[in-house]
């Protein structure tokens, strides 16, 4: 069931699924939307044993701890007074890397979770921006009009790969590693986040998933389902479905954000 929240003259409503897919035998994904503020995230574990689902969680978890902690008062940036836009910018980087270090020390403490990290991906609505902080191979997509964008950069060894080499389709799809990522939260006591952050506009869809769904559905695919539905609702669960009847290797995660008139 969808939830929505007021920002400006702008309506934010936010709608989520996570699955296990029909192949793994636990869910490591999991999925944030604050219930009094304007923010979600969709977060993918790896660790295996349950480890990556413990990670994953953490991260939620620290996310809205530190967005309801520092609503009222914002991020503290005393004794040097910034402007609005670069508090929510910090804001949203040091919410994922307080979350990192949660992850990292947790990990050194318990050896039964050694070496656990998960991706993130978090998006907060404000002042008619999007704050979007991304680490890892999770993705954010926009879609505006009949054009979808991908938003996020992949952090991963195929996606290094890519730069340095013009690969082909084939060549992309037989890559051996094509899940390895390079960057992720917990690997190691200090993270740098992406942070990007621009106008939104009503009418905007927004998509965060976890590689569950983007391994199973290519882009067109995405933008025709995210596209055919009134309801986000039926949009994040058809889009989990279609992952499932594709094969379902992995956890499969959507998140689907609108942008309406208030």
């Known amino acids: 069931m969808s939830i929505s929240f007021?920002?400006?003259?702008?309506?934010?409503?936010?709608?989520?699924v996570t699955d296990v897919g029909r192949v793994r035998d636990h869910n490591e994904d999991n999925f944030l939307i604050a219930?009094?503020?304007p923010l979600a995230a969709v977060s993918d574990g790896m660790g295996g044993h349950a480890s990556g689902e413990v990670a994953s969680q953490i991260t939620v978890d620290t996310l809205r701890r530190y967005y309801t902690d520092t609503h009222e008062t914002g991020a503290d940036t005393w004794p040097f007074p910034m402007p609005s836009l670069h508090v929510e910018r910090d804001r949203m980087t040091v919410s994922i890397k307080l979350a990192n270090t949660i992850i990292h020390d947790t990990g050194k403490r318990d050896p039964s979770k050694k070496g656990m990290g998960c991706t993130a991906d978090a998006i907060y609505f404000s002042q008619g921006r999007f704050f979007i902080g991304h680490v890892g191979d999770s993705r954010v997509y926009r879609i505006r009009g009949a054009q979808i964008q991908l938003l996020t950069e992949d952090h991963s060894l195929l996606n290094d790969y890519k730069?340095?080499?013009?690969?082909s389709g084939e060549?992309?799809?037989?890559?051996?590693?094509?899940?390895?990522?390079?960057r992720a939260l917990g690997l190691a006591p200090h993270v740098f986040v992406d942070i990007?952050?621009?106008?939104?506009?009503?009418?905007?869809?927004?998509?965060?998933c976890s590689d569950?769904?983007?391994?199973m559905l290519d882009d067109d695919t995405i933008l025709a389902t995210i596209t055919r539905f009134q309801s986000i609702d039926t949009a994040s669960q058809t889009l989990?479905?279609?992952?499932?009847?594709?094969g379902g290797v992995d956890n499969i995660t959507a998140l689907v954000v609108r942008i309406e008139p208030a």
Do not use: C, W
């Open 163 to 167: 730069r340095m080499k013009a690969m």
């Open 240 to 246: 989990v479905q279609q992952a499932n009847e594709a």
């Open 196 to 208: 990007l952050v621009e106008e939104y506009q009503q009418g905007d869809l927004y998509l965060l």
């Open 212 to 215: 569950g769904l983007t391994d």
């Open 35 to 37: 219930e009094d503020l």
């Open 6 to 16: 007021i920002d400006g003259n702008s309506k934010i409503r936010f709608s989520g």
């Open 171 to 182: 060549e992309t799809e037989n890559f051996p590693h094509k899940n390895v990522v390079v």
